[in-house]
């Protein structure tokens, strides 16, 4: 158990609607990062938080947002879904700014789209 | 272009075999970082390694080892005496990070089966 909770484990939805994944990090953590397994993609970084900033985006769409709250989860938001976006979402934190210290991962939000 | 080549989809072994992920990276930095994470079919990401682009010297972690080789930009990855335990998918991935300005290529991932 790394510690970083991410609810739903799963959530089925469709096209053209929009969800919420909720990311809870380790104990300390500062730093919140947010990552997609697709099949097409393969793993990909989307977007990293610390202490409620953002400091770094990597291939995340303009449909997609996040932000971390004052008690450090975040949340991730997929809007305007499509069949693409189904995908395990994970979300992992670390204690600093530094993204390539050790990172810990969630268990991981699957998404399917239909 | 592709940074991180795991050329390697699937890799099955009998226990207590031997197996070499191999990781071919591409950048044109100085300073990088490369890891390995293991993906078992619970689906987690597990963190095995991190090593920096200054730090050429080989690890060794149990039964894991992993050589780093700037010359080829390689940074493979084996397992000693192979277990059924080891069955995961393992990525390697690079990091070309500056300040404020985190990148993190994954490869395609290796597929790795041990039968007992």
């Known amino acids: 158990d790394s510690g970083v909770t991410q609810t739903p484990k799963h959530l089925i939805t469709a096209t053209g609607q929009r969800v919420t994944l909720r990311c809870s990090p380790r104990?300390?953590?500062?730093?919140v990062y947010w990552y997609q397994q697709s099949l097409d993609q393969g793993l990909q970084f989307l977007i990293q938080?610390?202490?409620?900033?953002?400091?770094a985006k990597g291939n995340i769409l303009e449909r997609f947002s996040a932000q971390q709250f004052p008690d450090l989860h975040s949340e991730l938001n997929l809007s305007s879904l499509e069949l693409g976006d189904s995908a395990l979402y994970f979300c992992?934190?670390?204690?600093?700014?530094?993204?390539?210290?050790?990172?810990?991962f969630g268990p991981g939000t699957r998404l399917t789209v239909l | 272009a592709q940074k991180v080549t795991q050329a390697q989809t699937e890799i099955s072994v009998v226990e207590k075999e031997d197996v070499t992920l191999d990781c071919v990276y591409e950048t044109r930095d100085t300073t990088y970082y490369l890891f390995w994470y293991k993906q078992p079919p619970s689906g987690e990401l597990v963190f095995l390694i991190r090593r920096n682009s200054f730090d050429e010297q080989n690890e060794i972690s149990g039964r894991y080892s992993w050589n780093f080789q700037k010359s080829t930009s390689s940074f493979n990855f084996t397992i000693t005496a192979s277990q059924v335990v080891d069955s995961a998918v393992y990525f390697c991935a690079l990091s070309e990070s500056r300040v404020n300005d985190y990148k993190l290529s994954f490869g395609a991932g290796t597929t790795v089966t041990v039968r007992a």
């Open positions: 104990s300390g953590d500062l730093s």
């Open positions: 938080y610390y202490n409620g900033e953002e400091r």
């Open positions: 992992a934190s670390s204690l600093g700014l530094d993204p390539v210290g050790e990172q810990f």
